[in-house]
């Protein structure tokens, strides 16, 4: 072993690399805090809840930490109209999208969005294995459409990656939460067979689909259809797969690999409309096919509180509720809690900040949540 490879050299690289990334996380979050507050540049919910707070952000918040200085963040701001006050003066006259999460809990949560989707779904295109999504490839949606951003921007994706063309099936996932809480099994079983059909003709039409987003359920069940009629995701020609959902968890990933991918490669993901998308650090047999996920900073953090007080994040491999952060300008939201928990886990080699593992609804809100097609 090289001196540059021991233990000790590469945990000082890693410590390293750390601190430069938390100097560039300070540094993002007083440009967009000062977009945010800035009359010429912000957006009027922000403008005119400057004037409630009893600090001046252009001028107090100098650093990440400095962000904890704003009260929690409601959710409640969310719902509703008007969305013109959520756009940043700065941005105005570009196209705007509006994107809504899944309603589960009453009125969807909106954010008005320009260019952030296709933002962060370029960054995560670097973390994957071109060997796997080859540049250039035809994509499969295999998730939920109408008002959420993944259709787009996993249309994006394949785009960017060489010019791919995405193929998309259609999916409401919201007549999915009301057939589940109908317990109407007959009607629920018939929608995700007439979902799964979807994808079965669109990967037997000649189309060259190499790569796939599905959520965990519906990656199941195409492989169940495929291997009913005799094949497998990988002899359709799926190479690569990324997916995400609360069902992801270390038991479903390795039944995946063993028993359903007949050896296409798939990476995990965690992501929502308010934050973007996690990605995952490697996983497989070598680490008993743990999932820990790392937030695309700076542009959104992810902390592991602690349940009673969400001013203390926890130690690692401690549990706590999940606290996002999101810094984009388009987009800022300070401390938001999620309806997820999850476990703090360290930095590593491929993301050198903090992340989280153990992903699954906060359980202040489990037993009302009802989860669907993810």
């Given at each position: 072993?090289?001196?540059?490879?021991?233990?000790?050299?590469?945990?000082?690289?890693?410590?390293?690399?750390?601190?430069?990334?938390?100097?560039?996380?300070?540094?993002?979050?007083?440009?967009?805090?000062?977009?945010?507050?800035?009359?010429?540049?912000?957006?009027?919910?922000?403008?005119?809840?400057?004037?409630?707070?009893?600090?001046?952000?252009?001028?107090?918040?100098?650093?990440?930490?400095?962000?904890?200085?704003?009260?929690?963040?409601?959710?409640?701001?969310?719902?509703?109209?008007?969305?013109?006050?959520?756009?940043?003066?700065?941005?105005?006259?570009?196209?705007?999208?509006?994107?809504?999460?899944?309603?589960?809990?009453?009125?969807?949560?909106?954010?008005?969005?320009?260019?952030?989707?296709?933002?962060?779904?370029?960054?995560?295109?670097?973390?994957?294995?071109?060997?796997?999504?080859?540049?250039?490839?035809?994509?499969?949606?295999?998730?939920?459409?109408?008002?959420?951003?993944?259709?787009?921007?996993?249309?994006?994706?394949?785009?960017?990656?060489?010019?791919?063309?995405?193929?998309?099936?259609?999916?409401?996932?919201?007549?999915?939460?009301?057939?589940?809480?109908?317990?109407?099994?007959?009607?629920?079983?018939?929608?995700?067979?007439?979902?799964?059909?979807?994808?079965?003709?669109?990967?037997?039409?000649?189309?060259?689909?190499?790569?796939?987003?599905?959520?965990?359920?519906?990656?199941?069940?195409?492989?169940?259809?495929?291997?009913?009629?005799?094949?497998?995701?990988?002899?359709?020609?799926?190479?690569?797969?990324?997916?995400?959902?609360?069902?992801?968890?270390?038991?479903?990933?390795?039944?995946?690999?063993?028993?359903?991918?007949?050896?296409?490669?798939?990476?995990?993901?965690?992501g929502n409309t308010l934050m973007g998308l996690a990605a995952s650090a490697p996983?497989?047999?070598?680490?008993?096919?743990?999932?820990?996920?790392?937030?695309?900073?700076?542009?959104?953090?992810?902390?592991?509180?602690?349940?009673?007080?969400?001013?203390?994040?926890?130690?690692?491999?401690?549990?706590?509720?999940?606290?996002?952060?999101?810094?984009?300008?388009?987009?800022?939201?300070?401390?938001?809690?999620?309806?997820?928990?999850?476990?703090?886990?360290?930095?590593?080699?491929?993301?050198?900040?903090?992340?989280?593992?153990?992903?699954?609804?906060?359980?202040?809100?489990?037993?009302?949540?009802?989860?669907?097609?993810?």
């Amino acid at each position: 072993m090289l001196a540059s490879d021991s233990p000790t050299s590469a945990s000082s690289d890693l410590a390293a690399r750390g601190a430069r990334a938390r100097e560039a996380l300070d540094a993002w979050t007083r440009e967009i805090v000062a977009w945010h507050f800035d009359p010429a540049t912000g957006a009027p919910f922000w403008l005119d809840y400057a004037k409630k707070l009893d600090f001046d952000p252009r001028r107090d918040v100098k650093n990440f930490d400095d962000l904890s200085k704003f009260p929690s963040f409601e959710d409640e701001w969310l719902r509703g109209g008007p969305m013109q006050r959520w756009i940043p003066k700065g941005l105005a006259g570009k196209p705007i999208y509006v994107f809504e999460t899944g309603g589960t809990t009453g009125i969807p949560k909106t954010r008005v969005a320009f260019e952030d989707f296709r933002t962060d779904y370029e960054l995560f295109s670097e973390t994957l294995p071109d060997e796997y999504f080859p540049r250039g490839s035809n994509w499969l949606m295999l998730g939920p459409s109408g008002p959420r951003r993944l259709r787009l921007s996993v249309e994006h994706l394949a785009q960017y990656r060489g010019g791919g063309i995405c193929f998309c099936v259609d999916l409401d996932p919201r007549w999915v939460i009301k057939l589940i809480k109908k317990g109407w099994s007959e009607h629920l079983d018939a929608y995700k067979a007439h979902v799964i059909e979807q994808a079965v003709t669109i990967l037997h039409a000649g189309h060259d689909i190499r790569c796939m987003f599905a959520t965990p359920k519906l990656l199941e069940g195409l492989a169940l259809k495929l291997e009913s009629m005799g094949t497998t995701i990988r002899k359709a020609g799926i190479t690569g797969i990324f997916s995400g959902g609360t069902e992801f968890t270390p038991q479903w990933n390795r039944f995946a690999h063993e028993e359903l991918l007949d050896g296409t490669y798939m990476t995990p993901t965690y992501g929502n409309t308010l934050m973007g998308l996690a990605a995952s650090a490697p996983t497989g047999p070598h680490n008993n096919y743990k999932i820990s996920y790392h937030a695309p900073q700076p542009r959104a953090v992810i902390q592991v509180v602690d349940f009673d007080d969400p001013s203390r994040v926890v130690d690692y491999g401690q549990s706590g509720r999940v606290k996002l952060t999101t810094l984009t300008k388009e987009f800022f939201v300070p401390g938001f809690l999620e309806r997820d928990e999850g476990e703090r886990e360290a930095p590593c080699d491929k993301f050198p900040w903090d992340g989280i593992s153990g992903v699954k609804p906060f359980r202040g809100v489990a037993a009302t949540t009802t989860v669907g097609v993810y």
